[in-house]
C-alpha cells in the first residue's frame, strides 16, 4: 500500500528555520516526482516545491531562494528545509507522489 | 508560469443534480491536467488526471473533460458525500499552478 507521512511540523518564531520530512512506503520516492504543497488556513492550496526523478527541483516563488527539497533515496523521504520562516508561511503542508496519493499533511505555524 | 481560473468559486445544488466545473489555462497545458476533492480537515485526494483519466477507485459519475487551455469537471448526478471544494492543477510546468477552488454546496 502507498502511503506517505509528513511530520516535522510545529510552532516556530519569525525568522526560525524547520525541516518537514515525508517518509513513503510502497513505492520508491526516486521513481516518482515529489511535491510539497501548503495549504493556510481557510484558503486554497499553494504549490511550493518539487524534486523530479533526475534531482532537480523547482520552487514558487514566494519561497524562492528560502526553501530546499531534497529526498534521502536510503530512508525512501523527501525533505522540504524552510529557512528565514515569515507569518505568511504558516500552513498545512503535504507531501504528494506525482499527482497523487497525499499525504494527511503536518500544520506549520509562524508566530512569535 | 501558467495562471489556472477555475469557477464558479462557489455552486449550491442538489442531490441528483448534474453539475459542471471549469477551469481554464492561460497557455497550454499538453492536457496535464488534474481534479481534487477536498473534504474539510482532510487531504486533497485525486479525481480525474490527464484531464479526462479517472483515478482508480474514483466513481464513474465524475468526468473530466476538455483540451489545450479549456477544461471541464462533471458530476452527473450528484450524491450526499459529493459536497466538497474541488481544485483543479496543472502538472506540465513548474509551478505546478492550483485553480482558486469551487466550494460544491447542499441547496
Known amino acids: 500500500e502507498v502511503q506517505l507521512v509528513e511530520s516535522g511540523g510545529g510552532l516556530i518564531q519569525p525568522g526560525g528555520s524547520l525541516r518537514l520530512s515525508c517518509a513513503a512506503s510502497?513505492?520508491?520516492?526516486?521513481?516518482?516526482?515529489m511535491s510539497w504543497v501548503r495549504q493556510a488556513p481557510g484558503k486554497g492550496l499553494e504549490w511550493v516545491s518539487v524534486?523530479?526523478?533526475?534531482?532537480?527541483?523547482a520552487f514558487a516563488d514566494s519561497v524562492k531562494g528560502r526553501f530546499i527539497i531534497s529526498r534521502d533515496n536510503s530512508k525512501n523521504t523527501v525533505y522540504l528545509q524552510m529557512n528565514s520562516l515569515r507569518a505568511e508561511d504558516t500552513a498545512v503542508y503535504y507531501c504528494?507522489?506525482?499527482?497523487?496519493?497525499w499525504g494527511q499533511g503536518t500544520l506549520v505555524t509562524v508566530s512569535s | 508560469d501558467i495562471q489556472m481560473t477555475q469557477s464558479p468559486s462557489s455552486l449550491s445544488a442538489s442531490v441528483g443534480d448534474r453539475v459542471t466545473i471549469t477551469c481554464r489555462a492561460s497557455?497550454?497545458?499538453?492536457?496535464?491536467l488534474n481534479w481534487y476533492q477536498q473534504k474539510p480537515g482532510k487531504a486533497p485526494k485525486l479525481l480525474i488526471y490527464?484531464?479526462?483519466s479517472l483515478q482508480s477507485g474514483v466513481p464513474s459519475r465524475f468526468t473530466g473533460s476538455g483540451s489545450g487551455t479549456d477544461f471541464t469537471l462533471t458530476i452527473s448526478s450528484l450524491q450526499p458525500e459529493d459536497f466538497a471544494t474541488y481544485y483543479c492543477?496543472?502538472?506540465?510546468?513548474?509551478?505546478?499552478?492550483f485553480g482558486q477552488g469551487t466550494n460544491l454546496e447542499i441547496k
Open positions: 492543477q496543472q502538472s506540465y510546468s513548474a509551478p505546478h499552478t
Open positions: 490527464s484531464a479526462s
Open positions: 524534486i523530479y526523478t533526475g534531482g532537480s527541483t
Open positions: 510502497g513505492f520508491t520516492v526516486s521513481s516518482y516526482y
Open positions: 497557455q497550454s497545458t499538453n492536457n496535464y
Open positions: 504528494v507522489r506525482g499527482v497523487g496519493p
